[in-house]
């Protein structure tokens, strides 16, 4: 089994550039208004920083020193009220600039959630049978969780840092040289101590990742299968792999705690001694009569601000790490390869190079007949190259309308025909025809309808169970589900139509799913009909209710139906029987029925 499942991929190394080409994609078309934003935000900080300057030019006023010629002559309500005006300007800016830059930002972000959701719903049928459903669901989860985080809303503070050392820069320039000194040291012991962090964080964060996902997968499998593992008394034993392997994404989680405790230390350190350093050195400036009191003053707040700032910034690279490995792993599903002949929605904007529709690649019509006729010549199909082959040299034909059932024991390849009939997996060798041609993965499902063993339900109206989307209108799904006899079910309600149905139909029997999935099939008008054992976990008056549904909405439609009673046999035209793969006998029921009645062939029939 564990051959057969997919290695997660680790992540080594730098970011490649597809990761950061995935963020371009996703703001290229806000760019504009991420530009005038950023600009509209960085007016706001200079206007509310610039009152440290003011401040400064008050405090040299009041000792009689020499001050800038615009302040000549302001006396103290005058100071006041500029401040108030810079404050206020300053602050609406930012706000606006904030709330904006945020909205975009989420936007963004949301369409890469979107264009992987697109690419993961084309992947081919391989790819969930080789990939844990928790490895999937913690990209969509903890994944594009830990990327909104950093690349939604707080992005915008992100920048509002570069906008505080940016105007923290510009104004120690006019302020005095130690300022701007002092400010450089800063910038490089910071810098210093984030280059020698940075690996250590970025293989921190890649391993908390990496290790989120097996926890998780193992958890959905024991729910999914809670029944069974309660009937066996296995529950301790799938509690304590579920220990070990959460045991190992905390450890994981305190090891990252560590490089971040470590690394915010060094830094605290280098910011707070070089802002006592600054100090020291402006008193003896003061001293020395090159530095005014003011002077020092705005130079100690811009300082111990870009100080702050410098932190942070820092800070939230370390963070961004865990939004860079969140794009990482989405990146990777983005650029996966989709089924054969799958291709994108037009809506898809991201080009990573997948077959985009088009009006003729986006079709996908049936042949337009109400039944079909089938050529299967020499099928050979097995669902890996590593895996022995399921279907052997399967030859035979069904011609249009008839109904065919098939028999076998489980394993012969009853299921699988029908997987290569809807084009779900590519057989290596042979040929499946209808009508003559060979049809496009598109066009071979457009011309399928299947009625499971296990019916599909989504936890929505049923009205939307029956449309799927379709603009039907309600008085005809109200007479379909009085056709396939679900008269008695409706006549529950007040609202049938707009019923929730629950996760996984829980709120319907078995029977009632069946028959509510026949509707669904009878509302689209497809020429082949594929039934795998739908009948096989219903009770037999529901069966009677589904069966005579069958033969009034199916009249005159190619069938093939998976059989594991005598009576779905009788009723068919001819029967295929299936044994390791390969056509045992393909003739009328009643002879098949005999072939069964032999000891050799006793309960070939079973599934």
Known sequence: MSS???????????????????????????????????????????????????????????????IPAFFEGWRADRYFEFLVALCLVG?????????????????????????????????????????????????????????????GGPLSEFFGIIFDLAACL????????????????????????YLFNKQKIRFARRDQSHLRSPGVAHFAETVQGASVIRVFGKGQTFFD?????????????????????????????????????????????????????GELASVMVLLNLAGSSFQMFFDWMAQLEDAFVGV??????????????????????????????????????????????????????RYGPELPWI????????????????????????????????????FEKGEVRFDGRSLSIAEARASIAVLPQEPVLFNTSVRENLSLGSPLDDKLLMSTLEKVGLGNWIHRFKKPLDVI???????????????????RMSLVTKPLILMDEATSSIDPQTEEKL????QQIFKGRTQLIIAHRLSTIESCDRVLWLKDGKIEIFDRPDVVLRMFQEPLHHGEMGT
Request: charged share 20%; proline share 3%; net charge positive.
């Open 241 to 293: 792999r579920f220990l070990k392997l959460d045991g190992s994404f905390i450890e994981s989680k305190f090891r990252a705690i560590r490089v971040n405790i470590n690394y915010a230390a060094q830094m605290m350190t280098s910011t707070y001694g070089t802002a006592f350093l600054s100090g020291i050195v402006g008193l003896w400036l003061i001293s020395r009569g090159q530095m005014t009191p």
């Open 501 to 519: 149905i629950e996760e996984k139909g829980k709120n319907l029997s078995q029977g009632e799913k069946q028959l509510l999935v026949m509707a």
């Open 170 to 193: 510009v104004l120690l320039f006019t302020a005095h040289w130690l300022g701007l000194t002092f400010y450089f040291l800063l910038l490089g012991l910071n810098l210093g101590v």
């Open 4 to 66: 057969f499942l997919e290695t997660e991929k680790e992540f080594k190394g730098a970011y490649s550039k597809d990761v950061f080409q995935v963020l371009v994609w996703s703001y290229k078309p806000y760019m504009k208004r991420v530009l005038f934003w950023i600009f509209i935000g960085w007016i706001g900080r200079i206007l509310l920083m610039g009152n440290t300057m003011v401040v400064g030019t008050w405090i040299d006023s009041l000792s009689g020193r020499d």
């Open 391 to 426: 279907l052997k040299g399967v030859d035979f034909q069904v011609r249009p309308g008839e109904k065919i059932g098939i028999v076998g024991r489980t394993g012969a390849g009853k299921t699988s025909l029908f997987q290569v009939f809807q084009s779900y997996y590519p």
């Open 91 to 151: 602050f609406l800016f930012t706000i606006c600039y904030r709330l904006a830059f945020s909205r975009i930002s989420v936007a963004a972000i949301s369409s890469i959630y979107d264009e992987v959701t697109v690419r993961v719903s084309r992947y081919p049928i391989r790819f969930f049978d080789r990939t844990p459903v928790g490895r999937i669901v913690t990209r969509f989860s903890s994944d594009y969780g830990n990327m909104f985080r950093m690349f």
């Open 328 to 381: 990482e792993r989405m990146n990777e599903y983005l650029r996966l390869p989709l089924e054969p002949q799958g291709c994108l929605p037009a809506a898809a904007v991201f080009p990573t190079g997948h077959l985009v529709a088009t009006a003729s690649t986006g079709a996908s019509t049936s042949t337009g007949a109400t039944s079909i006729s089938l050529d299967v010549k020499d099928l050979w199909f």
């Open 547 to 550: 069966v005579a549904a069958m």
